[in-house]
């Protein structure tokens, strides 16, 4: 069992930044792909990245890349969301999840949060 907390979202400001984070329980964080989605009002949820167990990264779609960095710390279970350059359309609610393989599918994951709000003001 994992449990999946999100933190780190709020207000800012077009080109400004952001920090997520989500911190998990269980000793097994580390053989856990992490991943992070995001649902803005009325659209499904949308994939944003994923980290192996590794550390290694992945993103999608190519409206963040170079924008939004996923890291992980498995000694302290938490993963993390740096967002730059915000833009008003990555307004969202942003949830992390867990899950034993890596993929862009919300169906993969076993694990949920409860989702931050992130809104980027024009």
């Known amino acids: 069992q994992v449990q999946l907390v999100e933190s780190g979202g709020g207000l800012v400001q077009a080109g400004g930044s952001l920090t997520l984070s989500c911190a998990a329980s269980g000793r097994t964080f580390s053989s856990y792909a992490m991943a992070w989605f995001r649902q803005a009002p009325g659209k499904e949820r949308e994939f944003v990245s994923v980290?192996?167990?590794?550390?290694?990264?992945?993103y999608s779609p190519n409206s963040v890349k170079g924008r939004f960095t996923i890291s992980r710390d498995n000694a302290k279970n938490t993963v993390y969301l740096q967002m730059n350059s915000l833009k008003p359309e990555d307004t969202a609610v942003y949830y992390c999840?867990?899950?034993?393989?890596?993929?862009?599918?919300?169906?993969?994951?076993?694990?949920w949060g409860q989702g931050t709000q992130v809104t980027v003001s024009s």
């Open positions: 999840a867990a899950g034993k393989s890596v993929s862009a599918l919300r169906g993969t994951y076993d694990y």
């Open positions: 980290i192996y167990w590794s550390g290694e990264a992945k």
